[in-house]
C-alpha cells in the first residue's frame, strides 16, 4: 500500500514536471516567434 503512493506521487511529480516543462518551451516558442515578427517589423522601416 504504502510504496504503491510512494509510485503514484512520483508518478505525480513527473507528469507535473513534464508539463511544466511543455508549458514553458511553448512559451519560448511563441517569444522566438514574437521577436522574429519585430526583427522582420523593424527590418521595413
Do not use: C
Not at 511543455?22 to 522566438?32: M, Y
Amino acid at each position: 500500500m504504502h510504496s504503491s503512493g510512494t509510485v503514484s506521487a512520483s508518478d505525480m511529480l513527473y507528469g507535473y514536471a513534464k508539463t511544466n516543462l511543455l508549458v514553458k518551451s511553448a512559451h519560448f516558442a511563441e517569444l522566438v516567434k514574437y521577436i522574429n515578427l519585430l526583427k522582420i517589423l523593424f527590418n521595413f522601416k
